[in-house]
């Protein structure tokens, strides 16, 4: 059968797993790390629990440890032999995507909506411009106009600021340097935003989702279909 929700559990591991309550739920213990084995034992537990918790939902906790004392014990049979124990693997593993994929594209529709609302608001704002694209920018400081804007192939110092659309940070510039990128190497709302600057310009830019990371977003850092803010200052073009 696939390991896929548990890895190999030795018996200093089990030792470390505590009895289930009549609830359904792991009893609590307390534990003292005094020897190395402890320490393994803790160590070994913590991966356990997190390759779980995907599957949180869909463990009952008294079975899952029955099973695992069961399974260590090489004189008993498995209740349930491999081809139908892989089936219902499969089985809940497709229906877990099912929802995933659901709830994702609820979410998508959600946060589109959201898109359209804040940036038909946002174009009505005095200071807001909305090019041809869907970049909206406004002008917070202006920069030295005898200096050449960007150009695709220029690549250019910055200071930033990105926050989603309720004002959470999400990244920034170092508040002592400068970042360095190729202005052809970013997101298509920067690449177009950066060639609107001029050198000592600050600007910031409302890039709808599309000009940004689109539907896939960055897992762990960038929701899909988000939209973004940006306060850019360009400091240098080279």
Do not use: H
């Amino acid at each position: 059968m696939n390991k896929v929700i548990l890895p190999v559990i030795s018996a200093a591991v089990l030792s470390a797993m505590v009895g289930c309550s009549k609830s359904g739920g792991f009893a609590k213990k307390d534990i003292s790390l005094t020897t190395q084995q402890d320490s393994f034992s803790y160590v070994i537990g913590r991966d356990i629990a997190r390759s779980m918790q995907m599957f949180q939902k869909e463990l009952k906790s008294d079975v899952l440890i029955s099973a695992i004392i069961e399974g260590l014990d090489t004189t008993k049979a498995a209740k349930i032999d491999e081809n139908t124990a892989n089936q219902i693997q499969r089985n809940v593993f497709a229906r877990l995507r099912e929802e995933a994929e659901a709830k994702a594209v609820e979410e998508a529709e959600k946060a589109n909506a959201a898109n359209i609302e804040f940036f038909e608001k946002n174009k009505a704002k005095s200071g807001v411009f909305t090019t041809e694209s869907g970049l909206q920018y406004e002008v917070l400081v202006k920069g030295d106009s005898t200096k050449a804007k960007p150009t695709d192939e220029s690549r250019v110092e910055v200071r930033y600021i990105g926050t989603f659309l309720d004002g959470k940070e999400f990244d920034k510039s170092a508040d002592t340097s400068t970042v360095k990128f190729p202005v052809s190497g970013v997101i298509r709302g920067w690449t177009e935003g950066l060639k609107l600057m001029n050198v000592g310009s600050k600007y910031k830019f409302y890039i709808p989702a599309e000009l940004a990371y689109g539907s896939r977003g960055i897992p762990g850092a960038i929701p899909p279909s988000s939209a973004l803010i940006f306060e850019v200052e360009l400091v240098n073009v080279e």
